[in-house]
């Protein structure tokens, strides 16, 4: 009998035990708090577990990630060095954010910020939009994720460019790599998406020198980690006006504590790190045949990297 | 010397003079009040003129609309009836209108409507997400605008249906057609998009009819013409909560009074009726290959139909 036990305080438990019955029918299925007898664990599927939890299962042959980033794994200080780590590479995932990616874009392209704050005085006054095909948006991270965002803003008419760690390249996307090439793509981008795994290097890459390497009037949509971003130096770009607005879906701290500058700011537009839920019916589906590579003796797919950071 | 006036309250001349000598330097370019000698003009290029401005062009060959509909023009009842007149067509215009049907699907299926209101009072809640595979989206209005909103929602992955006066077939669009297809389509669709044409037939057929059609607690986006919405129908819908929310960008009357419930109510989102601008740089390409066939002695391309009504 192949054991898995799922953690996490916010995802479907009910869902998720559905999902996996129907993908993998053999597979026994146990939430934490009641995951019995925990040698008898295999596999441990999880978002911000328990610290500690993970070392507690003696037999557990790997951690499988519910979410993109593998941060809230990396965070537990007792967890075992050599445990291979899944991370979740899902194509409804990818859908998602990318969707998200599209309507911030679209938010301060076609001025609904504005329109918005007009609405609510009752005035009818009209901005003058952008040629879309004039207007760049630059994506911070060329994975599945940056990847799908990329081709849906192009579909749409923009023109897109993206950063990656080092080089690659991509249809219909003017890539750019490397510390200088961030810089290079910001001077000429008047979006910036950024969907990147929060590593030691990418930590803190929204900051003063990328903001300010922004055309002025630029927009940020943050909707990888909220360690990716400085606050301070948002604020500071939000308020000289070097940014027009931000649409931001992650935060430093998470729930956003209530006295946070980031809820009233007339330019901020924040939603509660929804951008990329996972649905358990599709992710079901990568969780099932990674669980079946490992119990056939193969690598996972999607292993995390602790080189690369991710 | 081929000479065109151009008659709008709201549209920049100096956008289109420029856009016009690029693509037809040899077009002499007035705007009215400034027309000249009346006789000497050769096309009109209007949107909402003043009513007798075009009766008073004696040799005028053709009216060509800045808008892709021409109620604007059927207005004016000293209208010359058998003066042609020529449709906008534009596909970035078609790409325009096509970007706010995909904001305005996605704010409402992201549920950004309610993250808005959860923000202002700084509360960190989240919605549980539909699955957008599984969400249908209709579309009123299967013309050049129709099919790019459902190319593009298409290629978000929603099923896409679409609904038109007479059969059409789209691919990947389920297709519905006359009274009793746009009931079958609303029956079935979580969001509504209209861009129809303002006729005698579509006038008033987003109404109580159709709302109570829709599956409880949709969605409609309005970019076409307020004639299309019964107000008082879509203010009984949200408030007795068979709509969810409306997403409006036209208005029976605009400037939409400012006494008006839109503007205020909790579950209105409106813009200024500026879904579709005309960006005269784009534009100017059609004007001018209709004014070529025209001198050529061929009929322009986009002919408003009486019959039909658009």
Redesign the interface.
Known sequence: MTTILMASH?D?VDLWRDALAMEMPELEFRAHPDGGNLAEIDYALVYWAPHGLIASLPNVKAVLSIAAGCDHILADPQLPPHLPIVRMVDD?LA??M???A??GV??F????HY??R???Q?Q??????L???DTSVGILGLGAIGGDCAR?LG???FQVHGWSRGPKSMEGVICHHGPDGLLEMARQCRYLVCVLPLTGETRGIINERLISAMPKGGFIINIARGGHQVDDDLLAGLDSGQLGGVFLDVFNQ???P?EHPF??HEKV??????AG?L?P??CAKSVAANIRRIEAGEPALDLFDKERGY
Chains 1, 2 share one sequence.
């Open positions: 916010q479907p409804f859908a998602m990318a969707e998200y599209v309507y679209l938010h392209h076609r001025d609904m329109y918005r007009e609405q609510l009752s009818w006054s009209r901005a003058w939009p040629y879309t095909p849906k579909a749409l008419g998470e729930p956003l209530s809820w009233q537009w924040l939603t509660p790190h929804v839920e649905m019916r599709s």
